[in-house]
């Protein structure tokens, strides 16, 4: 059973591009969480995604941020026209319930120029 | 004020030294977690505590609801502890996690 998978590792873009995170959750696992750790901060909620629901998006500014998480596929975290304030690890995890265990995946650094 | 607060800030131990860190948090919770993260990054959830305790090897996690407060224990540690150990909290309203700032652990040989 593989663990939470997270793609790509490292993600480089010029200010003004686009990028696109992605989450694939364990098997069997249907909530999805977001999280942000910028440079020397700790970790900071973004999202919290069910099935084709977002649930709560309250951490994720709401402006060129978006996130969802289809029927089929992984869920995906976008960023639009990237600044550089925006280089940051991204982490998601999964669980299976709303109160249960997270796992988290090896998360997404991303790195804007 | 953050919603989750914990101490020490960093803490270095000799190999074989208890080690307790500790976690208060303000807001209702419906779960408390114990997370580790290593030097490279990844990130494992040690421990899900609702209510008393939970033992794991040489981690044994508390919770005493009533006074907001939680304890991470490492028992006869060893270099291999050292990471940040981060408490977060799942609060009983909304669907929020509360993230302390964490605990930076090193264990010298």
């Known amino acids: 059973n593989a663990g939470v998978m997270q793609n790509p590792r490292h993600l480089v873009r010029r200010r003004g591009q686009e990028a696109r995170l992605r989450c694939s959750p364990m098997?069997?696992?249907?909530?999805v969480y977001w999280y942000r750790q910028l440079p020397e901060e700790g970790l900071k909620f973004m999202v919290y995604?069910?099935?084709?629901?977002?649930?709560?998006e309250s951490g994720m500014p709401k402006e060129r941020f978006s996130a969802e998480f289809p029927k089929e596929g992984p869920s995906i975290l976008r960023i639009q026209q990237v600044v550089r304030g925006d280089s940051a690890a991204y982490f998601c995890?999964?669980?299976?319930?709303?109160?249960?265990?997270?796992?988290f995946g090896s998360g997404t650094q991303l790195s804007v120029l | 004020k953050n919603e989750v607060e914990q101490s020490p800030q960093n803490l270095t131990a000799q190999e074989g030294e208890f080690i307790t860190i500790n976690c208060s948090y303000s807001?209702?919770?419906?779960?408390l977690h114990w997370l580790q993260q290593h030097p490279g990054g990844g990130i494992v959830s040690l421990f899900m505590?609702?209510?008393g305790k939970k033992k794991h090897g040489r981690l044994i996690a508390t919770i005493n609801i009533q006074e907001k407060h939680s304890s991470l224990h490492i028992t006869a540690s060893h270099p291999r502890d050292s990471a940040v150990y981060i408490c977060a909290v799942f609060r009983n309203t909304g669907n929020q996690f509360y993230f302390g700032t964490g605990t930076s652990l090193t264990v010298i040989p």
């Open positions: 995890a999964s669980s299976p319930g709303r109160v249960e265990k997270l796992f």
């Open positions: 505590l609702s209510s």
């Open positions: 098997k069997g696992h249907s909530h």
């Open positions: 995604l069910q099935k084709e629901n977002i649930i709560d």
């Open positions: 807001v209702g919770i419906s779960a």
